[in-house]
Protein backbone atom coordinates (compact mmCIF):
# COMPACT_ATOMS: atom_id res chain seq x y z
CA UNK A 1 0.00 0.00 0.00
CA UNK A 2 2.71 2.30 0.75
CA UNK A 3 3.70 1.85 -2.72
CA UNK A 4 0.65 3.16 -4.41
CA UNK A 5 1.19 6.05 -1.99
CA UNK A 6 4.56 7.07 -3.33
CA UNK A 7 3.48 6.72 -6.71
CA UNK A 8 0.60 9.10 -5.85
CA UNK A 9 2.13 11.61 -3.95
CA UNK A 10 5.49 11.56 -4.76
CA UNK A 11 7.36 13.39 -7.86
CA UNK A 12 9.15 10.34 -9.01
CA UNK A 13 6.06 8.47 -8.60
CA UNK A 14 4.48 11.01 -10.99
CA UNK A 15 6.99 11.40 -13.61
CA UNK A 16 6.99 7.23 -13.99
CA UNK A 17 3.08 7.46 -14.01
CA UNK A 18 3.41 10.39 -16.81
CA UNK A 19 6.16 8.20 -18.85
CA UNK A 20 4.02 4.98 -18.62
CA UNK A 21 0.48 7.27 -19.83
CA UNK A 22 2.95 8.61 -22.92
CA UNK A 23 4.13 4.87 -24.19
CA UNK A 24 0.87 3.89 -24.10
CA UNK A 25 -0.67 6.97 -26.08
CA UNK A 26 2.63 6.19 -28.25
CA UNK A 27 1.78 2.74 -28.66
CA UNK A 28 -1.87 3.33 -30.03
CA UNK A 29 -0.81 6.04 -31.99
CA UNK A 30 1.92 3.71 -33.82
CA UNK A 31 -0.58 0.96 -34.23
CA UNK A 32 -3.15 3.14 -35.34
CA UNK A 33 -0.61 4.39 -38.11
CA UNK A 34 0.24 1.11 -39.03
CA UNK A 35 -3.39 -0.07 -39.41
CA UNK A 36 -3.71 2.88 -41.40
CA UNK A 37 -0.75 2.64 -43.91
CA UNK A 38 -1.69 -1.16 -44.04
CA UNK A 39 -5.15 -0.31 -45.39
CA UNK A 40 -3.78 2.19 -47.88
CA UNK A 41 -1.26 -0.24 -49.54
CA UNK A 42 -3.98 -2.64 -49.99
CA UNK A 43 -6.18 -0.16 -51.50
CA UNK A 44 -3.47 0.63 -53.76
CA UNK A 45 -2.70 -3.43 -54.61
CA UNK A 46 -5.98 -3.60 -55.03
CA UNK A 47 -6.18 -1.12 -57.64
CA UNK A 48 -3.34 -1.62 -59.24
CA UNK A 49 -4.23 -5.22 -59.95
CA UNK A 50 -7.68 -3.98 -61.15
CA UNK A 51 -5.83 -1.72 -63.86
CA UNK A 52 -3.70 -5.04 -65.03
CA UNK A 53 -6.87 -6.99 -65.36
CA UNK A 54 -8.51 -3.73 -67.15
CA UNK A 55 -6.11 -4.09 -69.67
Not at 4 to 32: K, N, Q
Amino acid sequence: MDALIDLFTSLSGLMSLAVVAFVCVMGGYFTRMALRKMEQEEAQVAKADSKGKAA
